[in-house]
Structures are given as structure tokens and as C-alpha cells.
């Protein structure tokens, strides 16, 4: 297979080439998973503590093989990312009108889980590496217990001066891994560091039960709380990876049941992808890679750098525009649109599909983020599906430096 890079081909077929691809398609689900369903359909027994003698149910299974997978103690399989947030906020104590830390940088189910324990989130800034801001995170410190850390878009920010800035503090953090499954810092897996890990199996993730989130820890007491609020009905002993039976003695009588529990079925459907995923990350990154080697040195565009201690899982792909006039931005969105290149602009003023942003939540007002602005308005985001093939990757690249070039020679195009 031959690959195109930025210089090859020539300009005018540069400026001619379409594709054809769905941005929103992805992998069927392999065989394995399939007839591990219809064994269970056939069974019937879909609810997870409907096991027959001795048998051990298939979310069970998928929690001790997700537990050993990062290394966590325990881990706990829920019915979605967003759950399995709002659980571990509450499993640490959030309750009716305590402040949250979170990312100005992330997608609604972020402060949506805040919301649901009745937090009112406090939103730290993101920098042009698009992580979250240090600086300013250090500086907001003294207003919550608790940061929901979002690794929004697989970007992660130093972990080790995030987790000696907040222990200092005495501040907990819970990790929003929707986007980085599969990922580490300096070796230790995302979802590892903070109390709490949250991931998502929802079809847009890096494993695909259509819905579905997993929650770690190795703190027993706050895994206990998770899965007797998860609806455990007193059934935790069904489970292996959860913390030993005496852990429940007292909070079982002091935790509510908030029913969000994940089925044998999505299970099934998840534990053969579970087994793929270091061979699925390795494709994300080779298509990644194609398209960052597409888009180096496009004047005017700014790729994200990606530090050598960042092991990172690209199921997408951002670049900005820094500084360009909202008009010229929009004009390169319409431009690779009519090429079939589907970009998203986190920099728009009204929220539409997934890219809102933290001023078009509402319901939990912030003071404006001058330099948070700065950055969104110029962030450009690109699903990077498993269906795209690298030659696929290179013609993306193709169009969108084409379409960014011609945008950024006019006069006036930059502010
Ligand atoms: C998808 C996503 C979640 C969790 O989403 P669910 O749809 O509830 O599974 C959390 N955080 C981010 C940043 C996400 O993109």
C-alpha cells in the first residue's frame, strides 16, 4: 500500500479529490462477540446476578479482566460513562451544592454528571496543548474537595505535577477516561491516578457495547458505595472485583440503590474487544500519525504536540487554527464539507452536535475564560474511525491542508 505524505502529488489534484467516507462508521462487532450475545440471548439470562448454579456471569468476568487490564483493585461495569461519573462523585461524598473542579475543555456529559449529584461545576481552562491548565487549576484549588478530571479528546496533561498539585490540596480527583481507554502517562494507565477512573463503552469509544461505562478504584470503601448504588441488591459477593464482603457491612444500610447496572449481553459484546484493544489502539495511532505527517508545516495551522511520557490513543484527531477570524474558520469547515471532510468547531457561538462548550451550559453559569476562548475558538476536531484506511488518512490530510492553505492566503483571513 502506498501512502501518500503532504508532498506527494501535485497541487492541482490536491485541490480536485474527494472523499467519500462515513466519519460516523465504525468496526462491526468481531464474530466472538457476536455468538458470545446470542449465547446469553439464548440462555436468557441477561440481568448480571441471574446466574445459573456456579456460573459466573459475563459482566463479572468483564470486570475482573478490565480490573487486571489497568492494574485497578476493583472495577465495576454500569450502564454508561456519564453513571459511572456521577458515581464516583457520589461514592466520594458530592453532595447538593458542593463545587466540583472540571474542564472548560469537554463534552456535556462532564458537567451533566456534576448536575446529576446537584454539584456546581467550576471550570479550570485549557491551554494550546489542550489539556487542562496548571496554572489555573492551581489557583482554584481552595474551592472544591473534588476535580472530574476529563482527558478530553485523549490529550493528557502532566500527571505528576496534576496529582502532587492536588494532594497537596487535599483535593480528590476522579478521571473522566471516555477518550483515553487504553492510555498511560509515563507508563501508569489513564484512570490509574486519581481515586476514581470512569470510562465509557458508549460506540464512539474505543470499545462498543452501544452503551455501557466501567468505574476502578482501589479504594474498597468507595467501591463498595459504587456497587451498592449501582443496584447490587445485596448481591456484591456475585462479583470479582470488588472489595470483600465485610467492606459492605455498614454501607449497605447507608447508600442508596441509583440503578445504573450494566447486562450480560453488552458484556459479552465488550470482553472479546477488551482482548483487541492494544492491536486497535496501534491502528488509531498509525492512522493519526498519517494524518499529522499530512499536516505538518500547513502555515497557519497548528498541530498538538504530543509529549513523550503521553502514550495516547487517537480515535480522534484536533488541530487549531489559532487566532483566525471566526468567518475564515467557517469558511474551511464548509470548504472540507463539500469535499466530504467532516470537521467540528468547538468555536462556534451555538452548541450543535457534541461540540458545546462551557459558556452554553446554562444551568451551571461560569465568569468568561478569556484565554480558554482563545484556544476553543480555534479548536477543530475530526472522528478518526477504524474504517478509514492510512490512504483514506492521507487524502484527509490532502484536503485539509488544501482547503486551510487557500483560506489562509487570503488577505484578512487571520485577525
Ligand atoms: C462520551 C463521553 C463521556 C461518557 O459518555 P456516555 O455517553 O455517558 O457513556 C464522558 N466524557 C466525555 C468527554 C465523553 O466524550
New binding site residues.
Partial sequence: MRIDGALAGPQDQAMTENFTGSFTQQEPIPEEGIAGAVAIMQTGRLHRYNTAPHEVSQTALLEEEFAASVGAAYCLAVA???YA?ATALRACGVKHGDTVLTNAF??A??PGAIAAVGGVPIYVGVTPDLVIDLEDLAGKLDRARVLLL?H?RGHICDMDRLMALCNAAGVTVIE?C??TMGAAWDGTPSGRWGKFGCY?T?TY?HINSG?G?LLISDDADGMARAIILSGSYMLYEKHRAAPPPETFAQIKYETPNISGRMDNLRAAILRPQLRDLATQARRWNDRYRVLETGLADTPGLRLIPRPDKEHFVASSFQFLLLDWAADAVADVLRRCAARGVELKWFGGAEPTGFTSRYDSWRYAPSPPMPQTDRVLAGIIDMRLPLTFSLDDCALIARIIRAEVSAVYQRPAAAQ
Fill in positions: 454508561s460513562g456519564g461519573m469537554t463534552l456529559p462532564v476529563s478530553m473522566d471516555a477518550h465509557s458508549q469509544k452503551e461505562g
